[in-house]
Structures are given as C-alpha cells and as structure tokens.
C-alpha cells in the first residue's frame, strides 16, 4: 500500500426495520460489488457507527423504531469522522415533508419506495459519486 492512496472501503451501511427490504438492498448493492454492513433499525446502525467509521456509504429508512434516519444522518453530520459519507434515505412514507427534512439533515439521495432494482442502482452511482467527490 502506497503513502498517497488510501484505500477506500467498500463497505455501505445499509439499515431498515423491513427484513425484506434490507435483503432486497443488501442483494442489489452486492452485485454492484460493495460489501453491505446489515443493520435492523436505527439504533443498531448507530450502534455501529459509534465503532466504526470505515464505510463509503450510507443507505437508511426513514421511519424506523429507536432511532429515525434523519436523526442517524444528523448524529453523522456532528461528528467529523462520519461527516463525509454521504447517505441515502428511502421511504415508502408519501409525505413530501420527509424527504425534505432528509436533505436539511443531510442525506445526498432520496428514493422513495417501493422501487426497482435500477432504481436503486442509479441512486447507488450518485450516492458513490458524492462519496468519490470528497
């Protein structure tokens, strides 16, 4: 490994309360070749994210138990180790409120649900173009 390239982890935490979505995500960001770090809600994402800090991306639920997403990509925002990965917000909520308060929390992409696989996987691109951007 040399001194002037880090190397960059592709590792995406990915957290919902939906045992089916959260397998739909993690199949879809694996065969675009990132390693998904599961989480089942908001309090285990953040959970995680107090140890460790190693992660490209962020991919969360809105609305989820303990702790919401907007609430987990603020936590993100205050602290300077996990301030630039970016993230991800998904909802099947219809309430435009909900993606607005996900952007003034600081989340990149909204997408809401239910969605398709390509979907997801332009919103993927966009979300590891902000990260490869920082």
């Known amino acids: 490994m040399s001194a002037q390239t880090p ?9 919902d309360d939906d045992p089916a979505i959260l397998r739909l995500v993690t199949a879809i960001v ?3 070749g990132y390693q998904v770090v ?14 460790d800090s190693d992660f490209l991306a962020g991919i969360f639920d809105v609305m989820m138990p303990h702790i919401q997403g907007p609430e987990l ?3 993100m925002r205050t602290e300077k180790r996990l301030m630039r ?17 996900s952007f003034a929390a600081g989340a990149v992409v909204f ?5 398709t696989t390509a979907q997801l996987q332009i919103m993927l691109r966009m979300l590891i173009s902000k990260a490869s951007a920082q």
């Open 85 to 101: 990965i970016p993230v991800m917000m998904m909802t099947a909520e219809q309430n435009p409120k909900l993606s607005s308060d």
């Open 111 to 115: 997408l809401p649900k239910p969605f």
């Open 38 to 51: 599961p989480a089942k809600d908001g309090r285990e994402a953040y959970q995680i994210l107090q140890k």
């Open 73 to 75: 990509v603020r936590y």
């Open 30 to 32: 694996e065969k675009e």
């Open 7 to 15: 190397t960059t982890s592709r590792r995406i935490l990915v957290a």
